[in-house]
Structure formats: C-alpha cells, structure tokens
C-alpha cells in the first residue's frame, strides 16, 4: 500500500493508506485542522496543502481555484487530489494552543449537583467544541477541539443540507466520536475512568443538538422554520454512543426556537441578565448572530445569518483561531502590525484578525465608507496571507447583519442602545474580539462598546450550571419556553436597517 509523509512544524508521520483515498479524509482522520467549507465539492478553494509525489493530476476545479504558480509548486486542492503511490503533504499543526474558548465567568451558587461522581458540560459549537469535567469540589479538566462535522460545510445550513441528503448517521457518528475523544481526555487528565462520568450536560445551537440527537433538521432549514423538536431532554449515554457510564444522564437543555438554541438558554443562565431588572442585550456571534434581549421581564430573541467570516473561514485566508492564524492586527507607523497565535509563521487570519484588519485598513484609509479598496492590489498581511476585496465584502454582509439584528430588537422592544445597561458578549470569537475595533466596523451601535462585559464561553458555563445545580433546568426551560423570537426574514426593519448598516 502507498506510503503517506506528513510534514509539519511537530515533525513527521507516515501512513500507509489505499491507493485512490482523497488527501482530505487521508488528513481528517489524521487530526489536521484542515478547511473544508464547501464539504469537499471543490468550490471554495479552502481545503489548499502543498503535497508532493505519486498524485492523481489537477482536476477542472483545482485549475480554476488554483494559479499556474501555485500548482507548479505543489499546492492541491485536498477534496479532488488522490492518492496513487507514495507521496508527501506538508500539513498544518494538530489543534494546539488557540482562541477555542473554554472558560467563562459565572456567580456563587449553591450546589445541587445533577452528576453523583463527575460530569461533563459540553458545547457543540459549529465550528469548535468545548468540555469541561466537573467533581463534587467544582471543574477537574477542560477540552477544546474543532466541529468535524465541519467537512460537510462551515454553516449550519450546509449541515441540515447534508443531513437531508442521507448524511444523518455520518453527521451524528463524527461529532459523537469526537465528543467522545474530549470526555476520554477529561476522564485521562482527571485520573479517572472515562466511565465514573455518570452525567452530562450537552448544549449547542438549534441546529447542532439535531445533527447530534440524530433528530430530522429539515424544518429548520424551510419556512416557516418551525423546529418541531425543542429539546430540554434527557436520554442516557448509551444512547448517544458516549464511553461515559452507559446509564449516564445525558441532559439536552431546552432551545428557544429554530433560530436560537440551547446555546443562547445556558449563555442566559450564566449571563445572569434575566436575574436583574435593567435592560441588557446579549449576543453571541458566529455563523450566526444570536442574540437576546432582557427588558421588563421579556425576553426577546433573533439571529442573523453572520456567515463564517467571524468564523475564519470562507475568506480567501480564513482559518480557525489555532496556531498560525493572525489573531490580532494594528496600524503602524502606515503599515499593519500582525500577530499570529504560538508566534510561528503566518497561515491564515481568524475572525478576530479580520475584524481588526478592516478596522485598519480604513484608518490607514486603504478603503472608503462603501467598502471598496483605493487599490486593485489585494492587502498583503504576512507571508501569503493577504485580504482582497471578496474578504471586505463578506465581513461587510456578516457585519451588517449582526447590526441589524441588534438595532431591530432595540426597536421590536421600542428602546434605543442609549437605554441598555449591559451589553453581553458570549462566545469564542467575542472573547478575541477588539471592542473598539468592533464598534468602529459597525458590528454593534457605537453606543454599546462602553457597556460590554465579555463573558467568554458562557453557554459552556450555562451548561455547567445546570449540571452543578439542577434547579437551573427547571428555570432555564421556563425562560426558553416564556420567550419570543423575531423572524428576521420578514421583518421590515430588519431589511431597512441591513442596507444602512453596510457603510464602514
Ligand atoms: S474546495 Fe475543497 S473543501 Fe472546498
């Protein structure tokens, strides 16, 4: 059988593997943290690795995503590239240090707990995974990895997608074993049996606890987008294929709609907003913008399609926020200043990193208030990693539909951003995010960067709370059960305030 090299910063592997494998599931079942938000139908030119030897030749797809240059220097598309004989692929780092956000910042309470030995809270989120383990004296180890669920497309919808086209068991079984990677790992670095975890809380979007469930997501993705499965469930390990003990109580906390998940119940919990009388708003952002508004006793909810440029991907050099991605970006002395996460060569830029170089590039005046570049030349950022004017364009779509989701909700509860308290963000790219830099693009009202309060992996440490004390479950269903949802897609506002929102 051909023998496979692959190269990275942490050294060498070699496989063998059968003549005629796709180099992408050749380097996905290896751990690399490879790109594919098209799902391997060679569209979007993401899935690059340079690979050498014994290769099927280029296909129609890869000479139309692909220069001559890179070609001739090895750079394939890993979806249309197979294996015929021995060859060598220069891959980027396993999962190391990055922006995977595990930690979040919650209250005292008191404890009641759902587990009797240990538990887990686990966040599905659709790019990224999160675990912690809890004993009778608070966490013992936590575990970040990336969605593998990602090689059937970035967003959600490619995922119901896939799901309706026959993928359901495919779906389910990759992100279940992945989890269940993650609870071994808790259970390892505790020093205990994967199988004394005789609990888990498991949360995610609307979306995600489907795929995960293996419940039909078809409604989600149709109008009038009425999920027919709400969750606020529970099942036993068993039945999710988890290693925990197989009579574990495996808790699915309720969702609030086919737009706002469970994810946005537990961030709510930890938040604690819903707990005081002021006004406050809080949003999570990924591939999509959920987000909740807490104003006399009501509480109000949307989310907006954000696409996966906050996401990293999508973007001509997007990634994930994992070594090698530029995470961070300032103007100097007329030029942009770049940091990369484990400080090793650029490969990429994260949404944190986007967010910042739009910001900058508009001071340094490179681009005017429509968004469009003084020069045809794309933007060099380190190494090859460059932003071109696609790049602008998809942070500009991404970013006026969270403006817009956030300023429609002001005005569904007839108040202005003058009149919030709090401004909450949740989630993993929140927690990287400039604040400053943010409100300059125009991803919030000015007005709210001066009342943010950035709570890190809240729906994880919702998740935990519900696992530590389980008279949060009977509360968190209420308030998902009690709250409203607006439907962006046909809301007047929403379309008006999208167009005014684009402006830089
Ligand atoms: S081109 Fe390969 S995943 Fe999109």
């Known amino acids: 059988m051909p023998k496979v090299t692959f190269i990275s910063q942490n050294g060498e592997t070699v496989i063998t593997a059968e003549s005629g494998a796709l180099l992408s599931d050749l380097l996905l079942s290896g751990g690399s943290p490879l790109e594919m938000p098209c799902g391997g139908k060679g569209r979007c030119g993401k899935c690059r690795v340079r690979a050498e030897g014994a290769l099927s030749k280029a296909t129609a797809d890869e000479a139309a995503a692909l220069r001559p240059d890179e070609l001739s220097a090895g750079i394939r598309l890993a979806c249309c590239t197979r294996l015929l004989g021995d060859a060598a692929v220069w891959t980027a780092n396993r ?56 090689i059937f497309g970035a967003d959600v919808i490619s995922r119901i997608h896939a799901a309706m086209n026959g993928k359901t068991e495919e779906l389910a079984r990759c992100v279940r074993e992945e989890i269940s990677r993650l609870l071994v790992k808790l259970a390892d670095d505790a020093g205990i049996s994967v199988e004394e975890i005789d609990a888990a809380v498991i949360t995610g979007n609307t979306a995600m606890l489907h795929l995960f ?52 119940t537990t961030a709510l919990l930890a938040s604690g907003i819903c707990d005081r009388d002021e006004t406050a708003l809080l949003v999570d952002i990924g591939t999509n913008g959920e987000m909740a508004l807490w104003h006399q006793g009501n509480l109000l909810c949307c989310s907006t399609a954000a696409g996966p440029a906050f996401e990293g991907a999508g973007l001509s050099c997007g990634m994930p926020g994992v070594t090698g991605a530029i995470d961070r970006i300032a103007p100097e002395d007329g030029k942009l200043a770049v940091h990369v996460i484990g400080d090793v060569p650029a490969a990429g830029i994260c949404g944190s990193g986007v967010v910042d170089a739009v910001a900058a590039i508009r001071q340094l005046g490179w681009m005017d208030e429509t968004g469009r570049l003084s020069s045809e030349e794309d933007i060099s950022l380190a190494g090859s990693v460059r932003i071109i004017q696609k790049d602008i364009r998809m942070v500009q779509l991404a970013k006026s539909a969270v403006c817009a989701g956030v300023k429609t909700l002001l005005d569904t509860a007839g108040i202005d951003a003058a009149s919030l308290h709090t401004f909450a963000v949740a989630g993993g790219f929140g927690s990287y995010l400039n604040l400053s830099n943010a409100a300059r693009i125009g991803l919030y009202p000015p007005e709210l960067e001066k ?54």
């Open 213 to 264: 469930a293996k419940a039909d997501p078809s409604p989600l993705a149709a109008a009038p987008f009425q999920a027919k499965e709400l969750f606020g469930k529970t099942g036993e390990g068993k039945d999710f294929d988890l290693p925990c003990h197989p009579q574990a109580k495996i808790y699915l906390p309720r969702c609030m709609s086919a737009f706002v998940g469970a994810d946005i």
């Open 95 to 150: 999962l190391e240090e990055g922006q995977i956000q595990a930690e979040g910042a919650v209250g005292f309470f008191t404890k009641k707990p759902y587990f009797r030995h240990y538990g887990a809270a686990v966040d599905i989120g659709t790019t990224t995974l999160a675990a912690r383990l809890y004993g009778q004296d608070g966490p013992v180890s936590s575990a970040v990895s990336l969605n593998p669920q990602r």
């Open 451 to 504: 009342k943010a309060a950035v709570l890190g992996n809240a729906a994880l440490s919702g998740a935990a709370m519900l696992l530590e004390n389980t008279d949060f479950i009977s509360r968190s269903e209420q308030a998902a059960h009690g709250s409203d949802t607006v439907d962006l897609s046909v809301n007047p506002v929403f379309m008006e305030q999208y167009i005014e929102c684009m402006e830089f």
